[in-house]
């Protein structure tokens, strides 16, 4: 969501003259987007500010601003943390950033904006595609209502807005003209889509809306709750052709006491029944999860648990975090806080079990057909071309610039930690693919 939301930025600020540059001292304006999610983001975002605000001390004139959560978090008080802070844009003022930065050539001392808006300027803002784009992210709705114990997106994004289905079929109707392929739909919790919209809308509605906008090959979306997973949405993966057979379901963790301490709503039991469905429904479904380890009270035997759950489901990939306080959560106040050397104990020891699971997965594609919708250059560069798989993988062969937008069939010759290597073929069944 923050590399969209920096996106939209990058394209307001576009039309109002400026450019992106790779190089720092040839820019005019810094924006720095910002992440609070977790205290490890927060420090990073302040000590790159820091970093930014040594060199503007070189370069009088350069404009400082800080957008994205830690913006809306801190406000006013950013100035005074870091006076070289020009100025300050909130999660929903995202269209108010060209304005600011005017504001501040023309003088003015430290704007800000961080009010909440019944409608987040970052679903209504459009950006046109980059030339060349194949892959893009389209912004459905913004904001949480749910309220995990830990979790603070809701305090600095705000309450959970969806964006009206015709303005979503115009953008992903745009981006196809452009040439885009493939789109990701974001939000916070995208199963919930259509709530509070005057229309008759829902999230398996909407994507079968956009199932049948020409051009678009590839639809995949994030993120999942597993409360609202409903048979409509694992059925959309059935009737819906360009929807990827790939789904991100955050679990958190396998014990329920902690689910409920949580505020996920949610058992083990019913996150295990909703992924008998899916499977049942699309065996080859590619998984991934988040997790987190440490939450206050949780004990050895509640961290088995999600290591028993790990065990059950056997995901592609999970992303997997320490809990972190983060200021104004319910579970900030909650008491039986895990110590720092246990939690790295027990991160370390998913991680390692999770690592396996996924090489384990990865090996398991070697001698499939794989359908790969290129995307660029590999990290290497050419001769060697990159793209993914429908179940999300990072595939790497050999290939030119000319398939680029293309969705060649590939013959899997290696799995890895982390990608697939493979042969381009011509023709032949696509097996393993959903
Ligand atoms: N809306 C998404 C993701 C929100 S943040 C969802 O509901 O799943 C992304 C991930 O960060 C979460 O899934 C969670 O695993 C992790 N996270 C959020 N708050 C955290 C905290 N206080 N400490 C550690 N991890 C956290
Ligand atoms: Fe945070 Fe929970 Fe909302 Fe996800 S669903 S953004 S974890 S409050």
């Not at 939301?5 to 720092?24: Q, V």
């Not at 993966?237 to 396998?254: N, R």
């Not at 065996?283 to 088995?304: A, C, N, Y």
């Not at 959560?329 to 939690?343: L, P, S």
């Amino acid at each position: 969501m923050n590399v969209r939301d920096s996106e939209l930025a990058a394209g307001l600020l576009e039309k109002e003259g400026y450019r992106l540059t790779g190089n720092p001292a040839e820019a005019d304006l810094v924006l720095v987007n910002t992440c609070t999610v977790r205290e490890k983001a927060e420090q990073k975002a302040h000590s790159f500010i820091g970093r930014v605000g040594k060199f503007k001390a070189k370069r009088p004139g350069l404009i400082l601003g800080v957008m994205g959560c830690l913006a809306q978090q801190w406000g006013r008080e950013f100035f005074k943390r870091s006076p070289y802070i020009d100025f300050v844009c909130g999660t929903h003022a995202l269209d108010r950033i060209p304005d600011m930065a005017r504001e501040v050539r023309a003088g003015k001392k430290h704007p800000a904006d961080t009010a909440f808006r019944d409608y987040p300027a970052s679903l209504a803002v459009h950006s046109p595609p980059h030339p060349g784009e194949i892959a893009s992210y389209v912004n459905i709705m913004q904001g949480c209502d749910n309220f995990c114990a830990y979790c603070i997106v809701p305090y600095v994004r705000g309450r959970e807005r969806s964006r009206p289905s015709d303005d979503i079929i115009d953008e992903v109707d745009r981006l196809a003209e452009a040439g885009v392929k493939e789109v990701t739909l974001l939000g916070q919790n995208v199963n919930s889509y259509g709530t509070g919209l005057e229309e008759d809308i829902n999230f398996p509605l909407l994507l079968k809306r956009l199932g049948a906008v020409q051009g678009i090959e590839r639809i995949r979306f994030t993120t999942s709750h597993p409360k609202d997973i409903s048979e409509a949405l694992m059925d959309a993966f059935l009737e819906i052709d360009s929807l990827c057979g790939y789904l991100h379901l955050p679990f958190q963790a396998g014990s329920n006491r902690v689910l409920k301490r949580m505020n996920r709503g949610y058992t083990a039991e019913e996150y295990l029944g909703k992924i008998n469905g899916l499977r049942s429904r699309v065996p080859s479904l590619g998984l991934s999860t988040d997790i987190i380890v440490g939450f206050p009270g949780e004990s050895g035997e509640d961290f088995q648990k999600t290591i028993d759950l790990i065990e059950k489901v056997r995901f592609d990939n999970a992303f997997s975090f320490k809990y972190s306080d983060r200021p104004g959560t319910a579970a900030a106040g909650y008491d039986g806080k895990v110590d720092e050397i246990e939690k790295s104990r027990r991160l370390t020891y998913l991680q390692k079990l999770q690592a396996g699971y996924t090489l384990e997965k990865n090996k398991a594609l070697e001698g499939t057909v794989q359908e790969v919708l290129v995307e660029g250059p590999s990290k290497g560069g050419f001769p060697n071309v990159t793209g993914r798989t429908r179940g999300n993988k990072v595939v790497n062969f050999q290939g030119d610039a000319a398939l680029f937008g293309k969705t060649v069939l590939v013959k899997i010759t290696h799995g890895f930690a982390h990608s697939l290597r493979g042969e381009m073929v011509q023709g032949g069944d696509v097996e393993s693919c959903s």
